[in-house]
């Protein structure tokens, strides 16, 4: 078997006792049960009018037994919510260094505008006639990010980054098919070693063969290595720029001269475009396409996992081969193009998602790119680099950085200056709960030992990274000097304690009342009135 | 234990006449740390050396098993699917995940004995 | 600019300790051929007002259905959300925090997702459900990839009552996995009979109810032919409020259940962004695509929440995982999870009872219109009717008089003209006998 990373060791202590009041509550920091356990029958927190008698024409498949949904007053459920946010980390509340997922602030303007219900209230089949505003917005976030990546044409329909990955590749295969006469015979993909998962797993999709690009020691695509891998077999190269190291891809246009000498296209993972919107045009180095997370660069919200938008850019040779449904303009009137019109010079792969796309996080988006304007995005990504420089420089006497030299929007450590403590990465990041902080990205890229990778972005203020440095200086030193026990069992001051995830993952509850998660709840537990 | 051979990949495979145990080392499962899942092959598959023989998951990984040796899967642990920390707990033994006829007993002449196997892997740390 | 800290002296005093200039020179390694020359046809930035005004006079171009009688459908619908849902997801906690990746700081999203995994269980009659998808047609096609996975057979049929959409998206999605796909004709009579094209080649059966055209089946039957060939029966449920009247997928016999949940806490606005459900039985629980919240038990023995079986996914098995699939619906799940609390079950069964009389009662209306047959007898809360002429004419027509009449087949399906006449109208809780009378005092007008 092929050597893999262990992350799960779980803590061999004693579990510690809870102190808490009579209630099961510490102050603010609230139990709260399941919405199951607080149902109390036929209750309801909305007041529908009473349905008149009829005969109903459900035929023979009307239900005929309960569901079994909880009942809870609107005051339940509101206390019931919000108790649990306040169990959330957020952005709101602090800085949030996620490596390559840019937690920036998320303008709450865009809410207000999301919600004007010229937008909310359209339904996505109205007659075009009826929805000429939405469209027109629709049309105008596309020609800004035309702009911003200098490239021709965009695909807006994808519902996140992976699945802006999917059009992109799926755009590549059809672009390539056409070309080879029918059905292509090449069927390899490069995908660099430190790429996100989702780079090898979408290229599997579209019926590809994954093949990886070894790193240099500088933390880049290792170009001759890159060399002897090509072939007139090579469909595509899926690189992200700058790459998960936090490093500009200086060799990129010579890759994409590469890529494009044996006919194979240049695709760009664009989950980092905050570190150069507004200075640098990935159509000028030669990409083919590129998706764009509007979650990470242009903050859309994130929504505690989502939703998400991903629309792709795309060059004039792939094009042709954008998904349904496009908006289109006349001069007058804009309209949406939702099915194939034969003959054309246009072939799309087919449609990506029902409807027209997350017409939600496009308003968002607008909102945002409005507010900004080009002065702005210039200024934004500066700052993130510059945010990003400055925490390495205050850290690296005392962390060991992966590389050498200064790096763009997100800085890269390894556990270097963790060995012999007997502090592993995980238990650096659990002690960072303890100071207020959520963890930055841990053990990725994959080709970093125990790596660290911290991307502020720009909307973090100078204090806020003085804090923040201030305290990964603190565990730094305390790990450092043999201080074990301030990471052993860490976090000590949040909601919950470190989880189980063995437990989790061998024996899965995945809903209330299935017999095995009444009989799990362990005696401590029910002593504890918890 | 005296004819167990090892992969480079961790796998060991010991013979009793012409059936082949397959397991992974005690270092492979130190390794993965708590196993969750072992995705087994079906009985009466037949595998080539080194091709995919089922995967092993942890927590926050998943590590592909390679058939150490070219043959027939005849008998698969059962006990793994409800249990899987046997392959933490006893690696070398109750742990074990296929048993196969091999076809060609000379493919494990390429493999490390014990001896060679712990040197390997005093190497890797 | 508003949303940037960084001052001048800031920056200045950064550089300083960095050891630049000026942030220019951070970018040293980008190519100078790449750095920007000239300055971008863009304009520069805007404070809130005027961006407000600009995009407010974009929203007034268009005609809500808030404002005029509205009866479309066709996969996704207009229903009241109680004031108290928008309030919540709009808390900083839920709206800006990030997937749940550090289970202690993250309990909030956990507890929801596992409240919501259990209410899509229990109103679709399944076993297991994930935490949400990007939308029904995208877990429809993921439900066809996981039964393929499954039963490892290649030919997979889809009904011809199948949202065009679905259907569509399932297809480009499958596209070079060497799955054959089967579309039945369309079903706009509902009387399509998928048992004759089972056999032991065959992965999945895909069938939706209320079906495209609206019409509501039992699949009982067709389950059991399926299970007797080794064939997983995939049901889809495009109006997920119609699980609060009609027998479960799952009751019916159905493996997976996929379904939009935009009905529950989230605004039409013009598509997306919506909710994928999808749920299956605990056996295919390892072949489940997308994110699975678990419960587990902290070091001091609480109850608590963790994401889990995370070795399916992409971050770890890359080109072997399930899906490619990164992000889940989030707030639009949290949404639904919200909407579907206040509810209750009395509520929720009231909510599709509602929805049904309003559709009984357009139903009632227009079949009495001389030229218009109503298509459909037993339904939910959408109806096809035939018109005279072409579909989509009377509806502009009806637009310019400002009513919204309903979702012409051929937007959907251009190139079966016995379609072309064919309008779905849906009701919901929304719909008033003023507004059913008005659409139908003017639907004579113009034939």
Known sequence: MTHSRDLSKSSKEQPIPVNSGQSGHQGLNMEEALLFELDSKGKSGVDLPTVPKFENRLGSVSRDSNIGLPGLSEPEVIRHYTRLSQKNYAIDTGIYPLGSCTMKHNPRLNEKLVRLSGFSGLHPLQPVETTQGALELIDKTASWLKILTGMPAVAMSPAAGAHGEFCGMMAIRAALDQRDGGKTSRRRVLVPESAHGTNPATASICGFIIDTIPANDSGRVDIEAFKKQMGDDVAAVMITNPNTCGLFESDIIEISELIHEVGGFFYCDGANFNAIVGRVRPGDLGIDCMHINLHKTFSTPHGGGGPGAGPVVLSASLAPFAPLPWVTFDDQNYSLVEHEIKPTEKFPIGRLKAFHGQMGMFIRTYAYMLSHGKDGLAQASGDAVLNANYIMENLKDLMTPAFEGPCMHECLFDDGFLRGTGVTTLDFSKAMIDEGYHPMTMYFPLIVHGAMLIEPTETESKRSLDDFINSIRYLAKSAISGKKEKFIGSPKFTPRRRLDETRAARSPILRWNSVKAQSNESDEAKTNNL | MSNRRYTEDHEWIELEGNIGVVGITDYAQEQLGDVVFVELPDVGIRLTKSDELGVVESVKAAAEIYAPASGEVVEVNEELSSNPSLVNDDADGAGWFVKMHVTNIDELNDLMDEVAYSSYILGLQ | ?447
């Open chain 3, 1 to 447: 600019m508003r949303y940037l800290p960084l001052t001048d002296n800031d920056r200045h005093e950064m550089l300083g300790k960095v050891g630049l200039s000026s942030v220019d020179s951070l970018f040293s390694d980008v190519p100078e051929i790449a750095r920007l020359s000239s300055e971008l046809e863009l304009p520069d930035h805007k404070g809130e007002f005027e961006v407000e005004k600009i995009i407010e006079s974009l929203a007034g171009k268009n005609v809500s259905t808030a404002d005029v009688p509205s009866f479309l459908g066709a996969g996704a619908y207009r229903h009241h959300i109680p004031a108290a849902v928008d309030y919540l997801i709009q808390r900083g906690e839920f709206l800006t925090s990030y997937t749940p990746y550090q289970p202690e700081i993250s309990q909030g999203t956990l507890q929801m997702l596992f409240e919501f995994q259990t209410q899509v269980s229990l109103i679709t009659g399944m076993e297991v459900a994930n935490a949400s998808m990007y939308d029904g047609a995208t877990s429809c096609s993921e439900a066809v990839l996981m039964a393929r996975r499954i039963t490892r057979r290649d030919k997979v049929i889809l009904s011809g009552g199948l949202h065009p959409h679905y259907r569509a998206v399932t297809e480009t999605h499958t596209k070079y996995l060497d799955i054959e796909i089967i579309d039945a004709p369309s079903d706009l009579n509902g009387l399509e009979d998928l048992s004759k094209l089972i056999s032991q080649e065959v992965s999945c059966v895909v069938v939706q109810n209320p079906n495209f055209f609206g019409h509501l089946k039992d699949f009982s039957k067709l389950a059991k032919t399926c299970h007797a060939n080794g064939v997983l029966l995939i049901a889809v449920v495009s109006e997920v409020i119609s699980l609060g009247a009609v027998l479960s997928p799952g009751d019916m016999g159905a493996d997976i259940v996929v379904a939009e949940g935009q009905s529950l806490g989230n605004p039409l606005s013009y598509g997306g962004p919506y909710v994928g459900l999808f749920a299956t039985r605990e056996k295919y629980l390892r072949q489940m695509p997308g994110r699975l919240c678990g419960q587990t038990l902290d070091e001091t023995g609480r109850r608590g929440w963790v994401l889990t079986l995370s070795t399916r996914e992409q971050h770890i098995r890359r080109e072997k995982a399930t899906s490619n699939i990164c992000t889940n619906a989030g707030l639009c799940a949290l949404a639904f999870c919200i909407h579907l609390a206040l509810l209750g079950e009395s509520g929720f069964r009231r909510l599709a009872e509602l929805n049904h009389y309003r559709a009984v009662q357009i139903a009632d209306y227009l079949n009495n219109i001389n030229g218009v047959d109503v298509l459909t007898n037993c339904f939910f809360n959408e109806i096809s009717i035939r018109l005279p002429g072409p579909a989509d004419e009377v509806v502009s027509k009806l637009a310019s008089r400002n009513i919204l009449a309903g979702v012409p087949v051929s937007r959907l399906i251009p190139n079966e003209n016995e379609l072309n006449n064919i309008l779905l109208v849906a009701a919901t809780e929304c719909t008033s006998e003023a507004e059913i009378e008005k659409l139908s005092k003017a639907l004579k007008d113009i034939i």
